[in-house]
Nanobody
Framework: QVQLAESGGGLVQAGGSLRLSCAAS????????VGWFRQAPGKERTFVAA????????NYAESVKGRCTMSRDNAENTVYLQLNSLKPEDTAVYYC?????????????????WGQGTQVTVSS
């Protein structure tokens, strides 16, 4: 079992930045691929970014590519999502998810563990 806890969300003006954190407990996080997803009010959960369990492979949604960087610190059992040049359409609850080994995936159903989410609100 892996427990995930997101933090770092908040209210920011358009053009600003946030760094979201996903802290893991229960198992060695370095053995897990991790993904970030988001869900805006009234919309489905969508893929944002993912990283393989080795950290050697990362992929990003087109909507955030160039504005978003995912990283991990295995010593701290934490994964980060740096969001820059934020837009009002980035407003959503952001979730991290984990799956044992494997590649980071854009498919939410492939992840076994989810955090509770952190709210990101971008004002215009």
């Amino acid at each position: 079992q892996v427990q995930l806890a997101e933090s770092g969300g908040g209210l920011v003006q358009a053009g600003g930045s946030l760094r979201l954190s996903c802290a893991a407990s229960g198992r060695t996080f370095s053995n897990y691929a991790v993904g970030w997803f988001r869900q805006a009010p009234g919309k489905e959960r969508t893929f944002v970014a993912a990283m393989s369990w080795t950290g050697g492979s990362r992929n990003y949604a087109e909507s955030v590519k160039g504005r978003c960087t995912m990283s991990r610190d295995n010593a701290e059992n934490t994964v980060y999502l740096q969001l820059n040049s934020l837009k009002p359409e980035d407003t959503a609850v952001y979730y991290c998810a984990a799956r044992p080994r494997g590649a980071g995936s854009s498919v939410a159903l492939l992840y076994d563990y989810w955090g509770q989410g952190t709210q990101v609100t971008v004002s215009s």
